[in-house]
């Protein structure tokens, strides 16, 4: 795997662990597939457009559960 697609790969996972953690609710979904455009207009040669709904989904089911950080 290239450094590009592994440095992608990485990106992704932090946006989605991102959204998991967070614990602002408001609106964290939305955020999370605004910086996924940003990721693939920065790197549109590495994913195929079927796989961006796929991405996006899993997303707002990250968005959906509720996150397990700590709270004060």
């Keep these: 795997m290239s450094e590009q697609k592994q440095r ?18 408001e609106r964290r979904g939305e955020v999370g597939v605004y910086l996924l455009g940003l990721l693939i207009a920065d790197n549109p040669n590495l994913v195929e457009k079927a796989d961006i709904k796929t991405i996006q989904s899993i997303i707002e089911m990250a968005d959906e559960q509720e996150s397990p950080a700590f709270r004060l």
């Design 8 to 25: 992608f790969k990485k990106a992704l996972e932090v946006v989605l662990d991102g959204v998991s953690l967070s614990t602002n609710t």
